[in-house]
């Protein structure tokens, strides 16, 4: 594995949610000039380290988790790159769960607090435009779908060198079924 290169788990809609989301996405990305990407839901980013163990990490992750309900709510932007426009994630219990047993799983130590959201648009733009565009979409994405499976890709630079890497039926789902 070449060294940098950063894995993250991936909480994918599938279905009718990730064709609307996608069209969301490119939407914006085609109108802001920023790059396209998969609508997703980042439940432990940046892990770097032997490939094997990850996907064993992973697989481990999902053996606990049960297919998670998530909530796309208000909109909110960040001066960060891949923050820059996004839905926030209403953080349930089965969802913070999720995500604390990724820390644990990952030896994930001093980690930042967890702050789920579906990313619209990556890039740097002013706080202006940000503004601009969440007047034109409105203040609350109000978009729930439900996710079956947990996905690892390779999420380090640019979006378009990203790839999933691998793919985990949660607990309860069908193989196949599901984002």
């Not at 648009?121 to 979409?137: F, H, M, N, R, W």
């Not at 203040?139 to 990203?162: E, I, M, Q, T």
Request: some cysteine.
């Amino acid at each position: 594995m070449p060294a940098g290169n950063k894995y993250s788990l991936l909480l994918i809609p599938g279905g009718d949610a990730f064709d609307r989301l996608t069209a969301i996405i490119r939407r914006l990305s085609a109108r802001h000039g920023g790059p396209d990407f998969p609508p997703h839901v980042t439940l432990l980013g940046g892990r770097g380290g032997s490939l094997e163990k990850l996907v064993a990490k992973a697989a481990r992750v999902a053996a606990t988790m049960h297919p998670l309900a998530l909530q796309l709510v208000e909109i909110g932007f960040l001066d960060e790159y891949f923050r820059c426009l996004f839905a926030h994630v209403a953080l349930t219990g089965p969802l913070r769960k999720a995500h604390d047993v990724a820390l644990e799983a990952f030896d994930a130590q001093n980690e930042p607090a967890f702050m789920p959201h579906l990313s619209l648009l990556y890039g740097d733009y002013p706080q202006s435009l940000k503004e601009k565009i969440v007047a034109e979409i409105g203040p609350r994405l109000d978009f729930h779908f439900k996710v079956r499976v947990l996905h690892l890709w390779l999420a380090h630079g640019h979006p378009r060198h990203w790839r999933r890497v691998a793919s985990f039926p949660l607990k309860g789902s069908a193989a196949g079924i599901g984002g």
